[in-house]
């Protein structure tokens, strides 16, 4: 597995990942076919991530991010997206790393190469440390942050949110 920016070469597996998170429940972490459900919107969706990447027309309250697409035989498994910085909301809930697997390609380590892959990219947006949040049901997510080197910090209750959020941080060596 590896990550590559998003790119037109990935149309197919992309939307078949579209359909498998649609099909699998609501989440926020991946679009579904309700917002991607042709090639247009693919093409809108990733030009949309690289304008994200450079800070361009950036809607009111986010910050710049960079996306980054898991790839494994030359096939979109999952993304993986780092905000250039934090603002207060993302303090509380999102930090700097979220990540989403494909269903059908999960439990196969992806998720923490993934943010091992990503961390390098992070240290070269200039991020001293990362902070990175979950909710303490998800078991999964804390494992990969663990496994990262992350350090719990605390664990917050986030106002309509249904769970704890635990926040991580990942500080760097060098
Ligand atoms: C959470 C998610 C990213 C995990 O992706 P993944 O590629 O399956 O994760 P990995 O294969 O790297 O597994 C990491 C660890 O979690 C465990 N794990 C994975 N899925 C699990 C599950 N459903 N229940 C319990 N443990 C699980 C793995 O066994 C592994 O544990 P180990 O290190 O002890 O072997 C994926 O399930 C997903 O996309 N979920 C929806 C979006 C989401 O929750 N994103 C994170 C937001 S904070």
Redesign the pocket.
Same mark, same amino acid.
């Given at each position: 597995m590896l990550l590559d920016y998003p790119d037109k070469k990935y149309f197919e597996s992309f939307m078949e990942a579209v359909a498998e998170f649609s099909n699998?429940g609501p989440?926020?972490?991946?679009p579904t076919s309700e917002e991607i459900s042709n090639r247009a919107d693919f093409l809108n969706y990733i030009q949309n991530m690289e304008d994200r990447r450079l800070g361009r027309n950036l809607k009111p309250g986010y910050v710049p991010d960079t996306y980054l697409w898991?790839i494994a035989d030359s096939k979109y498994?999952?993304q993986i997206s780092i905000r250039h910085r934090l603002i207060p909301a993302l303090e509380q809930f999102g %930090?700097h790393i979220?990540? #989403?697997?494909?269903?059908s390609?999960?439990?196969? %380590?992806?998720?923490?190469? #993934?943010?091992e892959l990503a961390l390098p990219y992070a240290r070269e947006l200039g991020l001293r440390k990362v902070l990175?949040?979950?909710?303490k049901s998800?078991?999964?997510?804390?494992?990969?942050?663990i496994?990262n080197g992350g350090v719990l910090q605390d664990e917050i209750q986030n106002e309509g949110h249904h769970d704890l959020t635990q926040r991580y941080w990942i500080t760097y060596r060098i």
């Open positions: 699998s989440t926020e972490h991946h898991m498994c999952g %930090g979220g990540y #989403a697997v494909r269903p390609e999960r439990r196969k %380590g992806y998720a923490t190469k #993934a943010l990175i949040t979950c909710y998800n078991i999964a997510s804390a494992k990969i942050i496994a």
